[in-house]
C-alpha cells in the first residue's frame, strides 16, 4: 500500500518511472535499516492510516503525503539533527521532480515541526504532528511495543544515559496542556496518551 500510494503521489508529478522507482527504493532502504525498530515502514503505514481517518480535513493532502514519507527518512540516535537531514533530503528529492517552491517549503516546515511537536499555526501540520503522536494513545500493549522498540534504537546507550533522556521526553509531553493540538486526536487519545507516559514514566 505504501509504495501504491508513492508511485501515484509522484506519477502526478512526473512520468519518469524510473526516477519514481529510485526515489521509493530509496525510502524503502532508509526506513528498513537494520538500526530501525519504530521508526520503520510500519510506522509510516499507521501514520497513513491515521490521516486517512481525517483526509477531509486536511487542506493539502499531496504535501501532507510527501511528508509522511520524508519525515522520519534520515534518522539516527546518535543525531539530533535527524529532522533537518530529513527535511533537506525531501527538498532534494522533491526538487528532481520540480515541484513547487511553496509545496516545498511546507513540507519542510512540517518534517522540523515533529521535532517539538508543538502547535502550529497551520492546521494540516497540526493534524500531522498528532498522527505522528498517536502511537502515545494507544492500548497500552501496543504503547510498550513502541517504547521498547525507540529503546532497541538507542541500543548503543546505557540505561545510566537513556533513561534520564527518556524521562526528560516524557515529562515534556505530559507538561503540554494537550500533547494533541486538534479536536479529533485529542478526543480518540489524549487521556490514554498521558496515562501511558505516566506508566511509563514510572519504569524508569
Known amino acids: 500500500m505504501l509504495q501504491k500510494k508513492f508511485n501515484e503521489l509522484l506519477t502526478k508529478y512526473t512520468d519518469d518511472k524510473s526516477l519514481i522507482n529510485t526515489l521509493w527504493s530509496e525510502i524503502e532502504k532508509k526506513y528498513s535499516g537494520n538500526k530501525r525498530h ?8 499507521n501514520l497513513l492510516a491515521q490521516l486517512t481517518d481525517v483526509k477531509e480535513e ?3 493532502w499531496d504535501t ?3 511528508t509522511l514519507y520524508y519525515h522520519d527518512v534520515i534518522y539516527n540516535a546518535t543525531k539530533s539533527d535527524n529532522e533537518v537531514k530529513s527535511a533537506e533530503l525531501a527538498e532534494k528529492r522533491m526538487k528532481e521532480i520540480s515541484l513547487s517552491s511553496e509545496v516545498i517549503e511546507q513540507c519542510k516546515k512540517q518534517i522540523l515541526a515533529t521535532k517539538s511537536h508543538h502547535k502550529s499555526i497551520d492546521s494540516d501540520t497540526n493534524y500531522f504532528t498528532d498522527a505522528d503522536l498517536s502511537v502515545l494513545g494507544q492500548s497500552w500493549e501496543t504503547y510498550t511495543l513502541y517504547y521498547k522498540n525507540v529503546r532497541k534504537e538507542y541500543a548503543i546507550y546505557p540505561s545510566f544515559i537513556y533513561n534520564p533522556g527518556r524521562k526528560k521526553v516524557l515529562l515534556h509531553f505530559l507538561s503540554m496542556d494537550r500533547i494533541f493540538k486538534t479536536d479529533f486526536f485529542y478526543n480518540q487519545f489524549e487521556t490514554q496518551a498521558k496515562l501511558n507516559l505516566q506508566r511509563e514514566l514510572k519504569s524508569l
Not at 38 to 45: G, K, N, P, R, V
Open 58 to 60: 486536511i487542506q493539502y
Open 38 to 45: 519504530y521508526h520503520t515502514l510500519q510506522h509510516l503505514d
Open 64 to 66: 501532507i503525503l510527501f
